[in-house]
């Protein structure tokens, strides 16, 4: 009778521990599902419930946050950060160590431009988001000045039903040395695209360097054959990050668009066997258009290819809003131009890769625009192909070989905006430009069926 009473007792006792051990768990179930509704962080503050973060809410975040600090609005920034971030790979940091470090940014370079392009937004199952995107920047003080692009990854999180940062990395990629001096005046960096005969001499003067150099080095170079490997393109990338050209449709500066095609352009010939065409300016630093072609020159090139993307004049243009800002378009005008300067020691070969060059992108469903010898008066040396003569402009008259330079597109066009930001756009784009290449790099300019003399204007 005693054991079965001690065995009763102890059955009472687990019974007791799987009621209790049962509301534990029921309590830890309960107490998870409340953290995970109210995403309860480690500092204590409260997340939303648990939303995945949009790519539109990611990128507008982005601008916000550069726009903000364009205009050296310090707390509007901090305030975008949570209190405490990894920050910029120096561990944990919080709000007031965040502000000193910015207070410090800007105060030695209180002139600021920021655009942040090509956001991704990569939503993850807390309802945090990484985000990644690059950035093309300008900084200057009263002396100096700087530029480049930087990649940027960031992870953000609601918290009190606000967005902020919980992680930021930067890698920079500086195009110019920081503190590059501004002594020289704006004319010695970046003239007038197009210059006269006296002009030129005179810009010139600043240049003796280069030209030596030029004059060194070609002298040293042996003769080479015409095979697709020894042929020599220079690709120029037209403008520079601070001297951005036109602006399209949708803000964005010209730069941006030649260096994407000039990049792209220049794997796709290097892929088709033309391995020792180069990019004249591949780190986008600020050097003079003579410069330019002196780097051509110097390298001993057989082509040169200016790489530009086209506007309007500014009585075409109308206003029109588009990410809650204000900026001016013109749809009344699209397609690509082709510009050759007559006064190019081998201007012959120059029309000559100009026609090829038309007709390949006739062949690939491109259309010339002809708004530059209707609202310009620029000679209109082939209505069909879109050739004209443009006999000052400094890059093409300066270089020693052919030379061409295309428009490819109007950017301010807002259609045509939007195709030249599609890849599969840019690749026909590159693709008529490669063939172009081929042709002329392979038949020799005796043999070519074209004439020896430059194109003469046609009646617009």
Known sequence: MENITKANSAMRSLAVAAVMLACMVI???????????????PNGENAAPLTKLSADEGTEFVKE???ALSRVDIPAVVAKFAETVDYEGEGQRDRSYIRSDLEKYVARWPILSFKPEATTVSPKEDGSAAVTFNLSYSLANDTKTTSGHSTNNWILRRINEKLQIISQREVVHPNARPGLDKSPIPEAVEPEEALSDEDLAKSRKAQVAPERASKATSAAKT???NALGDFVIALDIGHSPLRGGAISARGVSEYQFNRRLVTELYAKLQSFGFTRSFIINPEGEEIHLIKRAAVANERNADLFLAIHHDSVKDTYLKKWETDGKIQKYCDDFHGYSIFI??????????ARFATALGSALLNAGFTPTLHHAEQENRPLLDREKGIYAFDDLVVLKTAKMPAVLLECGIIVNRIEEEKLNTP???DRLTDAIELAISKFASTPAATANSSQAPAKQQEN
């Open 341 to 350: 300067s007559r006064k190019n020691p081998k201007a012959a070969e120059s």
């Open 223 to 225: 003769p080479r054959t």
């Open 65 to 67: 946050y550069y726009a």
């Open 424 to 426: 599969e756009y840019r």
């Open 27 to 41: 309590c830890m179930f309960s107490y998870g599902a409340r953290a995970a509704e109210f995403n309860v962080t």
